[in-house]
């Protein structure tokens, strides 16, 4: 067993000796999105600084904690923040989180990001459930020596986003008269928005939506055996697509406008996501 894979065990049973519950399911909560961290019951809160070998979020939004508790008696890992590539990491690093909670026992992921809507049939303050990505960071978590003590090396990435869970979502949503918007997912490494020709590119490539988070935790996810849904916040339209600037508090008060109605989609989903499990 290599190095990373020691010490993503290492930084699991941290998390084993800190909480009773064991939970299956696991939520990553992106930028202006921790809302939803405060509906858990009687959570045990873990500092990132405190878990070993777990990287730093730096980036406004991202608070920068795990929680372990209950929701309506359904065990849950949330992590309050994530860390990205544009941050120094490596993509390993980034995905360190991702193989922390599959070791600790996660089988069911829900990734969610803010990100900029490419589609013009879109708007912001929408949500998007990711059918699919396209991972254009230049940057892969399985790359390097092979650690057999993460999974296999060469991994299918067909059902990257699991359908099944897309479908639950789909329903979660028509069943409180929300219009879930899906679509594929662009992740680039960042930190600068893209150039409006960039814009035009991914939407030549099908791109949906653009964000600079998510791809290589849902790869690190995948090479696990760890079903994903993913959930992106539409904060903002892309650059070039309207005649405005992007602003990183744009993104913020879009994210905090959102967190009702994101809130209410998870507190659908999740109990349904117990079921599968």
Do not use: W
């Not at 064991?22 to 509906?39: C, H, K, Q, Y």
């Not at 922390?100 to 459930?129: S, Y």
Request: with cysteine.
């Amino acid at each position: 067993m290599g190095k990373i894979a020691n010490e993503v065990r290492e930084a699991a049973s941290f998390l084993a000796g800190r909480s009773r519950l064991r939970p299956t399911i696991g939520l990553v909560l992106g930028s202006g999105l921790g809302a939803f961290a405060r509906e858990l019951q009687a959570a045990e809160t873990i500092p990132y600084t405190d878990i070993p070998h777990f990287p730093l979020s730096t980036v406004e939004g991202h608070a920068g904690h795990l929680m372990i508790g209950r929701y309506e008696s359904v065990p849950l890992a949330i992590m309050v923040g994530r860390v990205h590539a544009y941050e120094g990491y490596n993509a390993p690093q980034v995905a360190f989180p991702a193989r922390v909670l599959g070791t600790f026992g996660i089988k069911t992921l829900v990734v969610t990001n803010a990100a900029g809507a490419i589609n013009t049939a879109f708007r912001p303050g929408e949500l998007m459930v990711i059918s699919d990505h396209l991972n254009l960071t230049g940057l892969n978590p399985l790359q390097g020596p092979e650690d057999k003590g993460l999974g296999a090396r060469f991994i299918d990435m067909t059902e990257g986003y699991h359908p099944k869970l897309r479908t639950l979502c789909e329903a979660a949503a028509r069943s409180i008269g929300l219009q879930l918007r899906k679509g594929v997912y662009a992740g680039l490494l960042g930190p600068s928005y893209e150039t409006p020709a960039e814009i035009r590119m991914l939407r030549t490539m099908g791109a949906d939506a653009v964000g600079m988070s998510t791809v290589l935790e849902v790869i690190a996810a995948n090479q696990m055996e760890t079903k994903v849904l993913g959930i992106s916040c539409l904060t903002n339209m892309a650059a070039g697509v309207l005649p405005s600037k992007l602003d990183h508090r744009e993104v913020m008060e879009t994210g905090e406008k959102v967190r009702g109605i994101f809130t209410e989609l998870l507190q659908q989903v999740i109990p349904q996501l117990a079921k599968l499990d």
